[in-house]
Structures are given as C-alpha cells and as structure tokens.
C-alpha cells in the first residue's frame, strides 16, 4: 500500500530537505518507487542535492499548479544522478527556482486543493511506494493538506528552545488533524548533550516518538548540500539513525 509522508518543520535551518532526501534514498536503496515533492514553493532548494540544474526542468509544481502540464510531466526521474547502486526509483517535482515564478506565487496565491488532486495521481501514475513531501516550513493552507493527508508526519526539530516551542504548535495540530503515524527526528544534536536524556526529554514533552537523533556532523557540513550523506557515509551514525526511521516507516 503506498504511502504519503510529509517531513516538515517549524522553523528554517533544521535540516528538513537534507532529511528528506537522505530518507528518499535510502527507501530507493531498499528497491522502493519513490516521489518527493518540493512544496517550499516560496523558497525551493531540494533539487540541489539530487543533482538537477535550473536547464534541466522542463515542467515543475508550479507549472502544474497553474495549469500548464500534468503532475506527472513535472516529475523527473533523479536516481542515475546520484551516483550510487539504487535498486529502486526516486522521481523529484521540484518547485521553480526561476524570480519571477516565486514573486508570482507570492503575489497570486494557488489553489491549494490541487495538491491533493496531484498527490494522489502521482502515487497511480507513478505507482508508488513513498510520496515524501517536503513542505514549507511554519504553518499554513499548503502545510495542514500535506499534514491532513498523510500516512506518516516526520517532524525536524533542533535542540533549541525556539524549536521546542514552534514544535509543541505542529505537534498539537497534527494531533488535531489525526495524523496515524507521528514521528519527531532531533537533528543538530551537539557531541556535548547528553543523548539518552535530551531524547527521553522530548519524548515525555510531546508524548510522541522519537525516530532519531542526529548528530551535530561536520561531514555534512562540508556537503554543502551537493550530495546524499547516506550514500556517501553508509557506516555513519547519522546513516544508521536514518536507517530506523526508515524501518519505522515500513511498518
């Protein structure tokens, strides 16, 4: 049975599309059909760590949002770009990186319902396993349909008493709209904090389960985004803690 997650965040700067991505390819790894929808139409980046240049985007969200190509015509099938064994498929619909594209969906808005319509075509047309969708961070129209719809929400938060806060919010919303399958990731842990206890702390605050907790990594750091960790540190703690979200996902 396919399945919607939505991996979203508060705040800015969590990590939320290098998690994405990271759990992207490992699903592909494992032999599934993946999609991944970039829905941060105001400020898209994801493409850059599948390798895919502005030249290289025919159709994106946008042209399907305003009615100029079929959802599945923006998808673009990223997995021989990333340069490593991958069983499975992983098809990306990034959102246009182009000014005046993003200055129109400031100024004009977009029919939200249209999403929900896309998503679903994606997973039949594309006979998906995953639709992973990346979603814009805060909350707004686009965010609560991606939250409302989802088999599984996937929450980026850092140990940082502004995320606490914003994530208490998502968390409670989530909860209202009966999300089936609710899973925290702490990412940014620094080397110093104490694991075992910032992970029972977070769990005892939302009730909710902690999926992993990702180590502060100067590797990922030095990525800068252009490339998968998962794929090029496969021993790595991160690697591994991504890993059981992934089994959790599968379940």
């Not at 998690?19 to 850059?48: C, E, M, W």
């Not at 959802?71 to 990186?97: C, F, M, N, W």
Request: charged share 25%.
């Amino acid at each position: 049975m396919s399945k919607i997650v939505s991996i979203h965040s508060f705040r800015g700067g969590t990590g939320k599309s290098n998690t994405t991505a990271n759990l992207s390819a490992l699903l592909a790894q494992k032999g599934f059909r993946v999609g991944v929808v970039d829905t941060d139409i105001q400020s898209p980046g994801i493409h850059v760590l599948f390798n895919l240049d502005e030249g290289d985007i025919k159709y994106s969200l946008n042209d399907y949002l305003w009615g100029k190509c079929e959802i599945q015509e923006a998808a673009h099938d990223v997995t021989g770009r990333l340069g490593a064994d991958i069983k499975g498929q992983i098809y990306l619909i990034p959102s246009s990186i182009k000014a005046g594209e993003i200055v129109r969906v400031l100024r004009e808005g977009y029919d939200v319902g249209l999403l929900n319509d896309g998503f679903r075509n994606l997973l039949s047309e594309l006979d998906l396993d995953y639709l992973i969708v990346d979603t814009h961070p805060g909350l707004n129209e686009e965010t609560l349909l991606s939250i409302a719809i989802s088999d599984a929400l996937i929450i980026i938060m850092r140990p940082d008493q502004q995320d606490y806060q914003g994530t208490a919010v998502t968390v409670d919303v989530a909860r209202k709209l009966d999300v089936p399958n609710l899973m925290l990731v702490i990412n940014k842990m620094p080397q110093v904090f104490d694991f075992d206890d910032v992970r029972e702390r977070v769990k005892n605050t939302y009730n909710s389960t902690v999926a992993a907790i990702l180590p502060h990594s100067d590797e990922m750091m030095a990525l800068a985004s252009s490339d998968i960790f998962v794929l090029r540190f496969p021993e790595d703690e991160i690697t591994k803690e991504l890993e059981n979200v992934v089994a959790q996902l599968e379940e």
